[in-house]
């Protein structure tokens, strides 16, 4: 490994390698003083953000993009609705930023929250819209076919770097620093183009909390887990130290919208500094290992006892015994030996109340499974797969009206389930009587 790499965090230049915690050898590196992990690969960054300007990193967007996107509008609409009330009270045109923009579902989002208004006397108002549009909300994104995309789609002008002329009043770095090699220097840069009473949004993915694939259901594995293009594995105290050292305090955080979440300002103000110790990383390091191979080997109770934080493990394990559960006493014994047990160890997770919810519904226990749903929307605001799981639980009660509401709402608002939300208003509006029927 390199001598010479420099530690984002610390500032030190002492690596111990560790390879032997993936399958594929990637020149996975810890720093030996602040448990940082990152990779020993990428020297010229330029070659490195050029893997991202190509199809190499991600095709061209597809349908599907936009409904993950779509999903994300509504963490960013629970985050963020006290900040936009705020300034909507005061007729604020706020100037926005949107590193790592995609396609630029979120900064229409933003748009439309604050949309452009043409004066009176404007002849052309579409171009007036546009350039005007493009004063106050700004992206970059390095995929070519992702600005074009946003044009095409937004008439949003994404572009390769920061416009450093401007001042922002809101910058979004969502999903990003994970995915930047000199994060502690662009981070900077992105402070220093705040308006004086300006927010930073920053949401990264934490490691060694939650063993899960980072808002998938992809099959965990050590690879997908310490995935390349994360070339910043981050812990929570690693990732707020990162946020500190750049010269900003959190001002809200968020850990169950979409992994860590904080809205930041700028300060002068000293504060506390918390590093890793890297030998607790390196134990951590190895239950993760251990771990994920007794879930590879369908060793699922070993793989939740080692670390427990391990939702798939736990959905795989129901499973596995569903039939023995129902076969020893139904809900009411799953409730004993499953359910309460996995909720001392995971409480309030999102994935888990889920399940639970599920496990109630099959047995037609509504009721409950509708206490696990709400309690799951209240962690993860419009979650669609719960959305769904209440209409059904709604229709099996004979809440027709209930069950309708819930669908309509997930018609108007998520474009992958409009014909199964249709097919299912047209069934529930078969079954509601109206008005002018007799008794």
Known sequence: MSDKKICILCGE????????????????????????????KWHNLEEYY?????NQYRKPPVANNLYTSINKIYYHEAFLKDLFNEWKEQNKKPVFLDV???????????????????????KDVPKYLIEDSMKRF??????????????HEYRLNLTEEVDKSKKYDLISIYKVLEHIPDADVKLKEYVDC????????????????ELSIFGTNDMVTLDAYFHTNHVNVWTENLSK???KKSG?????????????????QKTDEKQELIYEDPKEILKKLEKVKQA????SKKEFKKAGEIWPNFPETWFALYELNRKIFHREGGLDFIEKEFINRTKELLPNNVDMLYLYGDICQRYERYDKALEYYNKNLELKPNNIRTLNQMANCFYAMGNFQKAREIRSFIKINFPQALTESLNWIYACNALIKTPFEKN
């Not at 050029?50 to 190509?54: F, L, P, V």
Request: charged share 25%; aromatic share 18%; net charge neutral.
């Open 138 to 151: 700004n992206g970059t994104e390095l995929t070519l076919s992702y600005r074009r995309c946003a044009w």
């Open 248 to 264: 900003l305090k959190i001002i809200k955080e968020n850990y169950t919208y979409y992994g860590s979440t904080y809205l930041c």
């Open 50 to 54: 050029n893997h991202y300007r190509g």
């Open 194 to 209: 705040l308006s004086d009473d300006g927010y930073m949004y920053i949401s990264n993915p934490v490691w060694f909390n």
């Open 241 to 243: 130290t990162l946020i």
């Open 292 to 295: 994920v191979e007794a879930y």
């Open 100 to 122: 790592g923009a995609a396609y630029g579902v979120y900064l229409d989002w933003c748009r439309n929250h604050f949309p452009v208004d043409a004066p009176k006397d404007c």
């Open 13 to 40: 230049s002492n690596w111990l390698d560790i390879d032997q915690f993936r399958d594929k050898k990637e020149k996975m590196i810890m720093c030996n003083k602040c448990g940082f992990i990152t990779y020993d």
